[in-house]
């Protein structure tokens, strides 16, 4: 079956195409071309002006609609998608929080049940385990009791369990961090530095063994630190001074406009993805939630756009969906609408290594696009050649 998508502004990774066409047929687009292609026994999705874009890749989300990935049900999973499909996100990675071990084996084979049977919602790209190796100062709303150093004996069980882990973010100053890290690059998982009091050195040195990601900028990191008067650049200044890829909280709140703009001067578009982080209360409203399953989450409070631990000291996590993310880099960062998009789409979809596939507007690749509008209202989003949203 073909479809043909008219009448909108078409962004590609380097241009946008007022008034073009993109033909899609079994899945995949068969042309990206300007103007009005004629197309025989097509179905028409006319996009009224607005833009079309290759859909919005969250390569770190726990949750959204009142469900977490770590409910441990296929039911969470699904409706996960769902909601994140309604507002433009035609790929994610479903991520853990810090947990016992056989907690994450179940939520891996859930994971496995799960993608069978996911029709409806963004596609799933595999997992992303955030934890338990992290630093405990550095926990953020990690639960402490999980926290614990890289164990070989621990990881490779999990690595030998399931083939669907495609991240994994740790502390590359910990005991045993770097071997960890070797041992990712080996299997050929992303490995991210995450929840960390690392300085340049140890940040270096993981660069060097396999880390190649920062796990969202400026939460639960060092940055300048005074040791005995001298001192120290921590993963903040080592980010930005090495060939690191970065991900960052795009709600505006996590990262003020001033934190976005900076980013955005020193990686630019190329090197910087946005995510949602979002946890289970993304698309509900505020009021009390549970971060985690709902067997042993934590219990946190949502108010102000955003998830605080119930002391209010710190953030518990995003409530952001994927259109926030977008509006905010182009109205708060002023960054151009090409270039935020490219931070949704193309630049993640590299960092997970399936730029081949998904991520751009492209003949070949994927039919997953969105279609929305000046405000960055999503109106329409396809996964797959398949509408599973439209208002």
């Avoid at 946008?16 to 066409?21: L, P």
């Avoid at 496995?112 to 919602?121: D, F, H, I, P």
């Avoid at 730029?355 to 509008?373: C, H, P, Q, T, W």
């Amino acid at each position: 079956m073909k479809i043909k998508l008219t009448n909108g502004i078409i962004l590609t990774p380097f241009r946008a195409i007022k008034n073009g066409t993109v033909i899609i047929e079994n899945g995949q687009i068969l042309g990206v071309h300007e103007g009005n292609v004629e197309v025989s026994d097509a179905t028409e999705i006319d996009a009224q002006g607005q833009y079309i874009a290759p859909g919005f890749i969250d390569i770190h989300v726990h949750g959204g609609g009142g469900f977490d990935f770590m409910d441990g049900t296929v039911e969470a999973f699904l409706k996960i998608a769902e909601l994140h499909a309604q507002y433009g996100t035609t790929s994610l990675v479903p991520t853990t929080l810090t947990a016992e071990k056989e907690d994450l084996l179940q939520t891996l084979d859930v994971y496995e049940k799960a993608t069978r049977s996911n029709t409806n919602g963004a596609a799933f790209l595999g997992m992303h385990l955030e934890g338990p190796y992290f630093a405990l100062s550095q926990r953020g709303a990690q639960d402490p009791r999980y926290i614990r150093n890289p164990d070989p004996v621990e990881y490779e069980e999990i690595l030998n369990h399931s083939s669907s882990i495609v991240r994994w973010s740790a502390a590359p100053e910990l005991e045993g961090a770097i071997a960890f890290g070797q041992r990712l690059r080996q299997k050929g998982i992303l490995a991210a530095i995450a929840h960390t009091d690392a300085f340049y050195d140890d940040v270096l040195e993981a660069y060097e063994n396999g880390y190649s990601l920062v796990t969202h900028l400026y939460s639960a990191m060092s940055g300048v630190t005074r040791k005995n008067a001298f001192r120290y650049a921590g993963v903040i200044e080592s980010a930005f001074l090495l060939d690191l890829d970065v991900e960052i909280i795009g709600d505006g709140i996590h990262l003020p406009a001033p934190l976005l703009k900076l980013i955005y001067k020193i990686k630019g578009a190329d090197r910087t993805a946005l995510i949602t982080d979002a946890m289970r209360g993304a698309g509900m409203p505020e009021g009390e939630s549970t971060l985690g399953s709902l067997k042993n989450g934590l219990k946190v409070i949502i108010e102000d756009g955003v998830a605080k631990m119930p002391d209010r000291t710190s953030f518990a996590g995003s409530v952001a969906t994927f259109d926030r993310l977008v509006r905010n880099m182009v109205n708060m960062a002023n960054v151009s609408l090409l270039e935020a998009v490219r931070m949704a789409s193309t630049t993640p979809a590299r960092i997970m290594g399936v730029e081949n596939r998904k991520g751009s507007l492209a003949k070949g690749k994927d039919a997953d696009m969105v279609i929305f509008d000046e405000d960055i209202n999503v109106r329409l989003t396809m996964v797959g050649g398949k509408v599973v949203f439209k208002v």
